[in-house]
Nanobody
Framework: QANLVESGGGSVQAGGSLRVSCVHR?????LGWVRQVAGKEREGVAA????????YYADSVKGRFAISHDKNENTVYLQMDNLKPEDTAMYYC??????????????????WGQGTQVTVSS
């Protein structure tokens, strides 16, 4: 059984909204979302500390995306609003047993989900 299982995603027109979810089997100190376009490097999108709730965002999504965590449901969410075509990517749920690093959160994750596709059309 996978540690991180994503759901949600899909296709939407520019300006629309989507929410992706990820159920995690184990407890982690830092949960996040990372996206990747084929042939390009991964980009950390958002992260959240499961203790304290500090949140971190890539500059490209600030003000449009919101990450949240439901401890009772062991689920981390990424609400994506005002989507743009450049948001099109495979979105991966990611986790780390260590606390979120304020400066390097985008590259600290060590556990990954299988990914869910988000496609935004213009």
């Amino acid at each position: 059984q996978a540690n991180l299982v994503e759901s949600g995603g899909g296709s939407v027109q520019a300006g629309g909204s989507l929410r992706v979810s990820c159920v995690h089997r184990w407890n982690y100190d830092c949960l996040g979302w990372v996206r990747q376009v084929a042939g390009k490097e991964r980009e950390g999108v958002a992260a959240i500390a499961t203790v304290g709730g500090d949140q971190y965002y890539a500059d490209s999504v600030k003000g449009r995306f919101a990450i949240s965590h439901d401890k009772n449901e062991n689920t981390v969410y990424l609400q994506m609003d005002n989507l743009k075509p450049e948001d099109t990517a495979m979105y991966y749920c990611a986790a780390d047993h260590f606390r979120c690093f304020a400066r390097n959160w985008q590259t600290q994750f060590e556990v990954w989900g299988q990914g869910t596709q988000v496609t935004v059309s213009s």
